[in-house]
């Protein structure tokens, strides 16, 4: 039995309801626990009529991008790049490059394909290590953790010290350093004063020698 076009349209969107709903619980889980106040069922709806129903899908393919990055990326990439979400058939070639054209590039990308085959062979024939060793590193575990937490401790204590060593430098420079230089400016000061005054007493002295 040959179905109308409007029941054709309506199974076409009853499945674009049940992916838009698996979307979302793909995207946000639960959700009866994530749909806003706003949004309407699909089934429920007032408007039952194709247009009502595509408006609602088209509302909550909004509402589902507003609130989720990757499908906003998403949807993004497809205005951007339509051509990457259409099916090509097998017959048709997906570029419009011709035979010779697609053979150069192949071509030009030959080596690479030898040294991935090179290297997924190397990998493949890396032992993998016994389960033995591989349950001794397992119970190394809160050791390594422990010595981990010992090394942070030991490294905030020693970071302290640099600053407490730092402050002694400073205060010893301030006192030793800066404290002596003016002492000794000092000290040179009133040598300075000393030796004025005595060679003023020893002129006076002679002044008076010389007038008996």
Known sequence: MTKSDNEVSLDTLKLLESR???LEFNLAGDKDATRTASEISFSTGKDQSISGRLARLE??????????????????????YPDL???IPPSQK??????TEMLAIVLASASLYHSTTSRLTS????PVPPAESSAALITLQP?????????EAQAREIAELRQRTAAVLERWYEVAVLGGGECW?????????A??????????????DSFP
């Open 123 to 126: 990998i493949s024939d890396v």
């Open 85 to 87: 979400f259409n099916s």
């Open 185 to 193: 400016a000092e000290w040179e000061e009133r040598v300075q004063q």
């Open 59 to 80: 509302s909550s393919l909004g509402q589902l991008s507003s609130r989720s990055e990757a499908t906003s990326e998403l949807l993004s990439l497809q205005a951007q």
């Open 94 to 99: 997906p570029t419009a490059l011709d035979t």
């Open 143 to 151: 050791r390594i953790a422990k010595v981990g937490l010992e090394r």
């Open 20 to 22: 838009l709903l698996r």
């Open 195 to 208: 030796e004025r005054t005595i060679r003023r007493a020893e002129m006076i002295r002679e002044r008076d």
